[in-house]
């Protein structure tokens, strides 16, 4: 890991066991810590070369009793070749307009965001989530954040994505998309979007959070080639 010297120490927590959201039958600790004050910029670095991923104002890390199953994962952006597919759903979604935005909530992104969890997440927390939930997801962050907007042709929001830039990359923090586009695989565009991005600002690297063989939704992440993985000897060359 990259040292970050810091100007005061910092305490980390584990939080208490819950049930896993992606692997069932198993429970979920996490190693916690805040980031603020001046130094957050070089903890938040420090960390996220470390496998931590931000929300809020904190960043964290699994810590799981007898599990290792989330391994951070991130796109070697400069040698990414989207296969087949992705070129097809970059034409088919090759009408929409991406804009960069401050990190501010709007009404406009929240009906989008409101629609997506009902559809993908009906009764989970964020699927809970009122308008000052979700302005604190998008405002609260000590670092550099935007979100990048996709609009059609009329201006209408169709996704949207929260993310982090930091020295060595973009970091995909949290996406959203109309839920009757489905076909139009706009998860999978914005992470190609993501790429193409940091390529243009000659940015290493795209996070794309855990990647996590036991669960659908998020083994998907394997198709982005070349990928890296985080263990015990850092960042290696994950095979698809």
């Not at 049930?19 to 039958?25: D, R």
Request: glycine share 6%; with cysteine.
């Amino acid at each position: 890991m990259d040292h970050f010297p810091l100007k005061r120490p910092h305490f980390f927590f584990t939080t208490a066991p819950l049930p896993c959201p992606y692997v069932s039958g198993r429970l979920e600790r996490k190693i916690v810590t805040e980031l603020n004050g001046t130094d957050a910029d070089s903890l938040h670095e420090a960390l996220s070369r470390a496998g931590f991923r931000r929300s809020h104002s904190i960043a964290y890390t699994p810590a799981c009793p007898g599990c290792n199953a989330c391994i951070p994962v991130r796109i070697v952006a400069g040698q990414f070749q989207p296969d087949r597919t992705m070129r097809k759903v970059a034409r088919a979604n090759v009408g929409l307009v991406a804009r960069k935005v401050p990190a501010r909530a709007t009404a406009d992104q929240f009906r989008l965001f409101s629609r997506y969890q009902e559809s993908r997440h009906s009764g989970g927390d964020m699927a809970l989530m009122g308008f000052y939930d979700y302005r604190s997801m998008v405002e609260d962050s000590p670092i550099d954040t935007f979100i990048v907007e996709f609009r059609d042709a009329e201006g209408n929001l169709m996704a949207a994505c929260l993310s982090d830039r930091m020295s060595d990359g973009l970091s995909a923090v949290y996406s959203f998309f109309d839920p009757d586009l489905a076909a139009r695989s706009l998860g999978t565009f914005m992470v190609l979007w993501l790429v193409e991005e940091a390529r243009r600002l000659a940015l290493p690297y795209v996070y794309l959070g855990y990647w996590i063989a036991e669960s659908r939704k998020m083994s998907y992440k394997t198709r982005y080639q070349p990928l890296e993985a985080f263990g015990p000897d850092g960042w290696k060359l994950l095979e698809a």
